[in-house]
Structures are given as C-alpha cells and as structure tokens.
C-alpha cells in the first residue's frame, strides 16, 4: 500500500536525497507500481491529490512533491476568522463572539476618530469617557473647601486693594493740586484783573476804599511776565488761592499802601499751585524794576536785596523800615514774602524792592513796562 509522501526538504536534492524510495516513484504518465493503482495523481478512490484531502480541505496542494502538507493550527485558526467561520456553540456563544468583532471595530473607529480630530482640551484620564458620578456631601464639602480662599489670602488682596485705592487717591490730589488749582486760579485771576480795568475805566474805584478780598492794583514783574492783581487782604479763601497776591492790611501786619510818602508795602502771594505768581521770584537780581499800576499811578520800584530763608514768625521783615534789608532810612519801599522751599510752607523767602519813580497814568507806561 502507498503511503503518504512528506514534503520536499530544500536541498534535498543536492544532498542526494533524490534516490532511494522517492526514486523508485514512478514517472508522471506511467502505470503504477501496484496493480490495484490508478493513474499517476490519483488516489485509490480515482480522486486527484489536491482537491480534497484526507484533512478535509484543510491541505494545500505542492507542485513539486504533488503531497498533502500540514497547515499550521495557528493560520487555520486566523484564516477561519477572517473569513468569519461560524462560531461553535449555540446562539449565545454567536452573540458573544458578535459582541466581541463590534467591540474591536468601535474601538479602532474612535483611534481614528481622535487621531484626525483638532487638538483641544485633553480628554480625562483613565480611560472613562462617560459622566463622571455625582460627588457625595462629604467630596462636596471637602472640594467646597479646597476651592475657598484662606483667611491670609483674603487679607492680603484686601491689603493689595486698599494700597492701590490710596494710591490712585494720592495720585488724584497731586494732580488736583499741581494742575488743575493753577488752571482755576490763573482763570480766577484774569477774571478779576478785567473786571478791575474795566472799573478803572468807568471810574468807580477810587484808593483807600477797598473791602478785604476786593482787588484795586495790579502788580508787574516784567522780568518773570508776571501780571497779577492786588487784592485786600492775605485770606487764602478770598484773595491767595484764586490766584491774587494780598495786601498786608489787618492788624499787626498792616503795611502802608503804595501811595504813601513813607513806608512799606508788604505782599504775599504763593510760591505752587493756585496760579503760583512768586514762584521765580528768587530769579530776581538787584535793579529789575516792579511795578504796581493802580486806577491813577504807576508806581515803580527796584529790586534791592533777598532774604532766601527765614522763620514765618519773623515780622520784622514788614516793618517801615525793614530789618535784614539793608535800608537804613525811612523810604518808600516794597516787601515780596513767599513760601520756600518749593511745595512747602516750612519757611519764607523774602524779596525787597526800593521805589524809583511815580508816575501817573496819563504820562502813559513807564519804561519797564514799554520795554
């Protein structure tokens, strides 16, 4: 009886295996070796090698040995997959496997779906894509706790707070103070001085009969382009914070006014904001000319000496003859008093002047001003 044949080793041939019992086979054509045998190819039952096997269609037909050969377990089991063999067992074995091959094509659907999708907020963590649980009084409270603020946070941003109010306040006064207090005094100041020409003009000022806060000159220093008016009075309300020098006039510090034979006529004027009309007075050298122009006189002084520091009590500097000024004499003199140093009223500076000529009006100006 025939047996079966193995498969053909590679090399077989060079190895002088092409003898023996596989050369003793007979030719493709020729009767074979026992009787009772069919045709070259064929089986005992007249079938041809190849088309079903003694497996059950599970071999592969071999051109060069014409022999069955063993297909291996694991590419039947992957072959029988893939071609979707029926799954043995009964229905419920079939839904499981079902269940199973949908479960491989929606995950592999998703890969794809999220390898084109745009980037965006990373999914969470851990694989679980549905809602998430609801939290329990317990997660609540401690998550609620978690989130608020402690006590030394809140202090700090109400202290962060409270220094950028005081800070956006401050900067709101220096503003107030340095700017707009000159931008209303100096329109104050304007105001006042036309209303006052336009008195001297219809003739109804007449000297030595002023109210306190009631302009009646106007005082010139050509040297700093200054023309201010000349109010009665040294009240910061009524005369020096709407941008007009005062007149000492009340009580002990009352000064002459400019039309005496002798004396001294004591102003007072500020030094920052509120139209700041002394402000340069220490630019002053001696012999620039003042002048204060009333409704009939100009009367025109020239600067004689400075006093760049000295106490706010130190009255002395008012009087007809003034201490510290260099005059010796009675005299016609004038007195410039101011804050100093700069944005501060800690200490005074004082400027005198000497008068020079009195001339009325209807001679026109006087060469300081012409010039």
């Known amino acids: 009886m025939t047996a079966l044949r193995p498969e053909r080793e590679p090399g077989a041939e060079a190895a002088g295996l092409s003898g023996g019992a596989f050369a003793d086979a007979p030719a493709h054509g020729d009767a074979p070796a026992h009787g009772d045998a069919g045709p070259a190819g064929t089986s005992y039952g007249q079938e041809p090698y190849g088309d079903q096997g003694a497996l059950g269609g599970g071999g592969r037909y071999d051109d060069e040995t014409v022999a069955l050969r063993v297909v291996d377990p694991a590419a039947r089991t992957s072959a029988g997959r893939s071609a979707s063999a029926p799954v043995p067992g009964g229905r419920a074995a079939r839904r499981k496997a079902a269940k199973r091959r949908q479960g491989g094509r929606g995950a592999a659907r998703r890969a794809s779906g999220a390898a084109k999708a745009p980037a965006g907020p990373t999914a ?57 207090t000159n931008v209303r005094a100096q329109a104050q100041a304007d105001k006042a001085a036309s209303s006052l020409q336009d008195d001297w003009a219809d003739g109804k000022r007449n000297p030595g009969t002023f109210e306190p806060g009631q302009g009646f000159a106007l005082l010139h220093i050509p040297k700093l382009d200054v023309v201010v008016p000349i109010a009665e009075g040294i009240s910061n309300e009524k005369v020096l914070d709407r941008g007009m020098v005062g007149h000492y006039a009340e009580g002990a510090l009352k000064t002459a006014m400019p039309d005496a034979k002798t004396g001294n006529f004591g102003l007072a004027g500020h030094r920052n904001t509120h139209g700041e009309p002394f402000r340069y007075i220490n630019k002053l050298q001696p012999g620039d000319p003042i002048v204060v122009e009333t409704q009939d006189e100009y009367f025109v002084y020239k600067m004689a000496s400075i006093l760049p520091v000295t106490s706010p009590s130190n009255t002395s500097v008012l009087d007809p003859v003034p201490q510290q000024s260099g005059f010796t004499g009675p005299g016609r003199y004038i007195t410039l008093t101011t804050c100093t140093p700069e944005f501060t009223s800690k200490y005074r500076m004082i400027v005198w002047g000497k008068m020079v000529e009195e001339r009325p009006r209807s001679k026109g100006k006087p060469d300081a001003l012409v010039d």
Not at 154 to 159: D, F, H, N, T, Y
């Open 124 to 180: 969470p963590q851990g694989g679980d894509e549905g809602p998430r649980a609801p939290l329990t009084r317990v997660e609540a409270r401690r998550l609620a706790r978690a989130s608020k603020p402690s006590a030394a946070t809140v202090a700090s941003r109400a202290i962060g707070e409270l220094f950028i109010t005081t800070g956006v306040l401050m900067l709101l006064f220096v503003t107030y103070q340095l700017w707009w």
